[in-house]
């Protein structure tokens, strides 16, 4: 199953609309105020065929309704210390949920387990003082380890220099629950603005490759 592909991050109105000619699978945007790619202008039109992902730090369920509704929001992004039955509420009232975890060495893949039934998929980042990116790679051989039947995004610091490693992880077997892959600061003139040639020659070369 081909991988799909997830461009985080977006900020203007313009550079959102060239990004979608790339046709990703899904676009992000960042809900936190605390962000340099915080989101607050209006989503323009996009194809169908391209999800919108809003992404939220501990955020009230209230706020995400009203960001949801206001931006026709196909999944929302929790990156803080939401709850299962935070989660679970979000999936029930509103969208589906991606779930965000910091991995490092001593990462404990049980603690995923009381998450199963509330979110739709899990994203695996580097771990890190702030919350979202640093533009830094985690060890993906972790991920052995990970053995949920449940499908996620891979997140941190993926980018040209890492496109061959990328491509070598993917073809292992204990990766077939790799939905996709997170594109971002990788990418990137400045924050939220993102270059369409490297991400056009990054995606191509991804797909013929995988």
Known sequence: METKIKI??????????EIAELQPDYLGFI???QSPRHFEKEIPLLDKSIQKVGVFVNASFEEIAAKVTQHQLDLVQLHGEESPEFCQLIEV???KVIKAFNIHKNFNFNDLEKYFYSCSFYLFDTKDNNYGGNGIAFDWTILKEYTLQKPYFLSGGIGMGNLKELQLFLQNDYTKNCHAVDL??????????KNPETLKTFIQNLKQNS
């Open 93 to 95: 009232k509103l969208v």
């Open 31 to 33: 809900f936190y105020d």
């Open 8 to 17: 985080c991050g977006m900020k203007f109105p313009k550079n959102i609309t």
């Open 184 to 193: 971002n600061s990788k990418f990137e003139i400045e924050s939220g603005l």
